[in-house]
């Protein structure tokens, strides 16, 4: 019984990381641009796809290199090239609206025809086709009594942990960081400041999409199926994950994401798992009416 | 001269806001625009602080010279960056989430002459000590006063040689007004030059040098502090009688 307790437990944590990590983008770019950027799920998934090129193409070129070489060069690669998307999306479609001054609504709307646009590109680049990810890590099984866990859950809660740690210590410790928490509480102040305004808000896409790229090549390292629209269903998860804890702070949306994880794996230990969704939502319902602001959230005043 | 406004004219979308205004400002002067509210005031000193449209005014004709230099092309930040104009605007705007240490240390953001920078640290906090004896609260916490002070002090930081001043008395108690404007005189004798904008004609000409009265978008008055004090129709319209 303690065990199943601490397995699920412990699948949960895994699990959560994912939305951690990409509720992290959603509720930095909300902090800073008050715009919830729903093309971010769709940004997971080109991670996912980025990872998948790149690895692909490395294990092509040398196949000899062993999986951890691999990796370590994957992971970069793919964070880099998943934040340049991120940032011409902005540059693309975002910027130009915000000098136009568009009323919110049609951003958020440009938004979500981003993350389609995403979506159906990949399906017509690539095709309906499925694309299953190269094994890079050998599976190694730790058990402790019942509990087993493999090196690559370790490393994708350790990840989740690392990346939230990383972004205190921006937000807190750097001006750029200070900067982003100052836009998010005014705006109009910060180039009175001599602080370019776009120059931070290309720096929040730049972590908040690399962050996506991150948690798409861990996916992919975990389960390892890829298609244009992974993105869409844990992306809508990980912005209520975001929502839930309380949009535009950090530590909310962190949290969030492993509450979302705890709620989903729970349902599932106890309930069949079509269940899921349904009372995982209903659960996320309840605390929202209860804290309509999320579990961090101060309405209004304290952002990021 | 340092600042030179020449018969600029300025539209918030579709509404003139100023209707070709001309004034200067020298190095080492304390210029007042006083006038009352909407007069276009606040619309003069964002044109010179280059916040782009749609929050920003845009100008439709005339020109804003600095040093010699138009500066109608240059960026917002780049004004304080490159510059050194900085503005403590209406309101405060003092980003109330971070510390006050917080706000001083941001408005460095474009600064790496660290030396300086520590040393306008102690100015800062000489002029105002107040600031140092709060300096870890967060910024929302302090009184009014004290957030003009922070509002003032940001200015500073940015290593700004003239800074533009929008309603520092705004919402003080008298006291605490007079105490504002002794610290200004301070800066000013230390070679700032300031602009102030002030609803409160009275203290505005008693502190600046020379003065402009702006009413609805145009320059009505202009002279000396002293002679726009005694001027008649100043006394009637701004001063009380």
């Not at chain 1, 389609?116 to 050998?138: C, I, Q, T, W």
């Not at chain 2, 929050?55 to 010699?68: A, S």
Request: charged letters at 15%; proline letters at 3%; glycine letters at 10%.
């Amino acid at each position: 019984m303690l065990a199943s307790i601490i397995q699920n437990l412990f699948n949960a944590f895994q699990w959560g990381s994912f939305y951690s990590l990409i509720a992290l983008g959603y509720t930095l770019v909300y902090g800073v641009l008050r715009l919830i950027n729903f093309a971010h799920g769709d940004i997971f998934m080109v991670g996912a796809y980025i990872a998948f090129f790149i690895a692909t193409a490395i294990l092509g070129m040398a196949m000899s290199l062993p999986g951890w070489m691999v990796l370590a060069m994957v992971i970069p690669a793919t964070m880099i090239l998943t934040a340049l998307v991120g940032v011409s999306l902005e540059r693309i479609a975002y910027r130009p609206l915000r000098r136009k001054g568009a009323h919110r609504l049609y951003v958020v709307i440009t938004a979500l025809m981003c993350g389609l646009v995403l979506e159906n590109g990949n399906l017509a680049l690539l095709g309906a086709s499925r694309k299953s990810f190269p094994e890079l890590v050998d599976k190694v099984v730790y058990s402790i009594g019942d509990v087993s866990m493999t090196n690559l859950k370790i490393g994708v809660v350790l990840s989740a942990v690392l990346v939230f740690i990383f972004l205190q210590f921006i937000v807190t410790k750097t001006k750029i960081g200070m900067a982003m928490r100052a836009i998010s509480y005014d705006k109009f102040a910060v180039p009175l400041m001599g602080i370019p305004i776009d120059t931070v808000i290309v720096f929040t896409f730049i972590l908040g999409s690399s962050f996506a790229g991150l948690a798409g090549l861990l996916f992919a390292l975990s389960y390892p199926i890829l298609d244009p629209y992974m993105g869409a269903m844990v992306g809508w998860k990980a912005f209520i994950a975001a929502v839930v804890g309380g949009i535009g702070d950090i530590r909310g949306a962190f949290l969030g994401g492993f509450l979302l994880g705890f709620v989903e794996i729970l349902v599932v230990a106890v309930f069949p798992s079509t269940y899921r969704d349904l009372i995982a939502f209903a659960i996320l319902m309840v605390i929202l009416c209860i804290k309509p602001t999320g579990m961090f959230g101060v309405a209004g005043t304290t952002k990021i | 001269m340092l600042l030179e406004i020449k018969n600029l004219y300025v539209k918030y979308g579709n509404i003139e806001a100023l209707h070709g205004i001309s004034f200067n400002v020298d190095k080492g002067e304390i210029v007042t625009l006083i006038g009352a509210n909407g007069a276009g005031k606040t619309t003069t000193l964002h044109t010179i602080t280059r916040v782009p449209p749609p929050e920003g005014p845009k100008v439709t004709q005339g020109d804003i010279l600095y040093k010699g230099q138009s500066i109608l092309g240059v960026e917002a930040h780049k004004v304080v960056q490159d510059l050194h104009i900085a503005l403590s605007p209406e309101g405060r705007h003092i980003f109330g989430n971070l510390t006050v240490e917080e706000n001083l240390q941001l408005a460095t953001y474009a600064r790496n002459d660290h030396d300086t920078i520590q040393e306008d640290f102690k100015r800062v906090y000489d002029l105002f000590p107040r600031l140092y004896e709060r300096r870890k609260q967060r910024s929302e916490s302090l009184s009014g006063g004290e957030q003009q002070m922070l509002s003032v002090g940001r200015s500073l930081m940015t290593g700004a040689d003239f800074i533009m001043l929008d309603e520092p008395s705004m919402g003080l108690a008298p006291l605490l007004m007079y105490d504002m404007f002794r610290a200004l005189k301070e800066l000013n004798s230390q070679g700032m030059t300031l602009l102030l904008i002030e609803q409160n004609a009275r203290i505005a000409l008693q502190f600046a040098h020379r003065g402009y009265v702006l009413d609805t978008g145009a320059i009505v008055a202009s002279g000396n502090a002293k002679e726009l004090m005694n001027n008649p129709d100043v006394k009637k319209a701004y001063l009380g009688g």
